[in-house]
């Protein structure tokens, strides 16, 4: 197709409401399904390319429309089922790095077909296939050494973290600092000095990730800031900590993602659009800070004199600072005519100008340890999804899904009690459950199904006592109370006692 015809066709795809313009794309979708059985037979397996991309050209007229149709319209959920995800990685890879020229189709070269579900399996494909890349080259050179009877073993495959609780943070931090960059991408094992626990073991993992992120969000370590107490963080435009820090934080939060492991880091949708090089727009700062909303309400102000009568500048108060969002600002009134323009200007500097130096420290530690074309699948909500979970709650499986320890079972009173109270808090006290019991309010990326609350009746506990909660195995230690008054307010303070900054 030529390029005035393609214009043409986007042009009118683009007037198409969303009612004409989404059945074209299931049909789209269905012919490609039509395809899956030859996957695996070349060249036929090519013949798919062209669907793709005029789905694709849907995608990104899509786009262009402000997502007049949903992201999950162009999903094709049972892709996963129909062929084998590792294979199409392994396919794409020798197709980005011209390896062979082999006639295979790979759908991670049309990403916008899988589903979130399907993009986090193969982010962990990928970091799973690194870790064993490095093992298998271990043992490897092991075995000729063996072979020529050489005394020497080969560097130990795993990256082992010791570091000690009372010093958690800044035993990391100096460590990190000072480890080889092919280290970042082995397997991470942490062990706590003094203590017994397998290094290997998960939950050990998640405890630690937890526990540093926890210390290094809190206002008081200098690092973020927060709007509102219960607001999303930001990166300061004064930071008082070291820039290396910002550095290393995104270290952190790639080798997180790299093991596996979902923490709650109460980042906005803002920085996952940076970190995938999209631009942060006013919805975001709505969910960032009040300002939002108010300056929101100066684009809806349609009359001149209401704009005028705001006396608004290029002029704004940000991080306890008077910024100029132009040279001599103060002095240049805000009206209709320029709206838009300061809306925008505002924008740009929280989301970029404030934070640039800051964020490109976090951003260089974050694809220091992942594949930035691979974290590239994902569409900004998507990856937000994959690193820290979503909020699509059904607490009827999370009920369903609870496994009991000790005394207790699903027709005990005390547990009977607790999913009476339970099903009856607020959405924001369990939002505050999940935290204090789970480390993070968010769902994961594969759905309440795979949250596993386990709840334990401890000898040592009695009615007069607060539940208490293990959060590296989602662990809840319930006394035996014996009215439902009393589990309720026990369960609350508990809740409340766990609330602090970034914890809604």
Request: overall charge neutral; aromatic content about 12%; glycine content about 4%.
């Amino acid at each position: 197709m030529s390029k005035r015809s393609s214009d043409i066709l986007e042009k009118y795809w683009l007037s198409l409401a969303a009612s004409f313009f989404d059945p074209i794309v299931q049909m789209l979708k269905k012919a490609v399904v039509s395809q899956l059985p030859y996957y695996y037979v070349p060249p036929h397996c090519l013949e798919v390319i062209p669907v793709l991309e005029a789905l694709q050209k849907l995608y990104k007229v899509n786009k262009k429309a402000g997502y007049k149709l949903p992201l999950n319209s162009f999903y094709i959920d049972d892709l996963a089922q129909k062929i084998n995800l590792f294979v199409d990685l392994a396919r794409w890879h020798a197709w980005i790095d011209n390896l062979h020229s082999l006639p295979l189709i790979s759908f991670c070269r049309f990403p916008f077909v899988l589903n979130p579900i399907s993009k986090s399996q193969l982010l962990n494909m990928e970091s799973a296939f690194q870790q064993e890349c490095v093992k298998e080259e271990a043992r490897q050179i092991l075995l000729r050494n063996q072979l020529n009877r050489v005394d020497e073993y080969p560097k130990v495959p795993f990256f082992l973290l010791r570091v000690r609780r009372r010093n958690l943070v800044e035993d990391t931090l100096q460590k990190l600092s000072r480890v080889e960059d092919a280290s970042l991408k082995m397997q991470l094992l942490v062990q706590f000095e003094g203590e017994v626990d397998r290094p290997e073991a998960g939950g050990i993992l998640l405890e630690f990730f937890l526990y540093v992120f926890d210390e290094m969000i809190q206002p008081g370590y200098g690092m973020f800031m927060y709007c509102e107490k219960n607001s999303p963080m930001w990166f300061p435009t004064r930071p008082s900590a070291e820039i290396k820090k910002y550095y290393l934080f995104g270290v952190l939060c790639g080798m997180c993602l790299f093991n596996r492991v979902t923490v709650f880091v109460p980042f906005p949708l803002a920085l996952f659009k940076k970190l995938l090089g999209k631009k942060p727009s006013l919805d975001d700062l709505k969910e960032l800070s009040p300002m939002g909303k108010s300056l929101q309400a100066v684009l809806d102000y349609e009359e001149d004199d209401v704009v005028a009568g705001l006396q608004l500048c290029y002029n704004i108060s940000w991080d306890n600072m008077d910024v100029d969002l132009i040279p001599n600002g103060r002095s240049v009134a805000v009206n209709n005519a320029n709206k838009k323009d300061f809306v925008s200007k505002c924008v740009d500097y929280i989301f970029n100008q404030s934070v640039k130096e800051v964020f490109e420290e976090f951003k260089r530690g974050f694809y220091k340890v992942l594949d930035k074309r691979v974290v590239g699948f994902c569409e900004p909500p998507e990856l937000m999804a994959v690193a820290v979970g979503h909020a699509n709650y059904d607490w009827d499986i999370y009920e369903k899904n609870t496994i009991y320890w000790g005394m207790y079972s699903p027709t005990h009173p005390t547990i009977r009690m607790f999913w009476q109270v339970f099903h009856e808090l607020t959405l924001a006290d369990k939002k505050g459950f999940l935290l204090f019991v789970a480390g993070t309010d968010r769902v994961p990326v594969t759905g309440m199904e795979s949250m596993k609350l386990t709840i334990h009746s401890h000898k040592a506990l009695s009615e007069d006592h607060v539940p208490e909660a293990q959060t590296c195995y989602s662990l809840l230690l319930l006394p035996p109370y014996s009215t439902i008054g009393k589990l309720k307010e026990k369960l609350l303070q508990a809740i409340e006692n766990n609330r602090g900054f970034g914890k809604q």
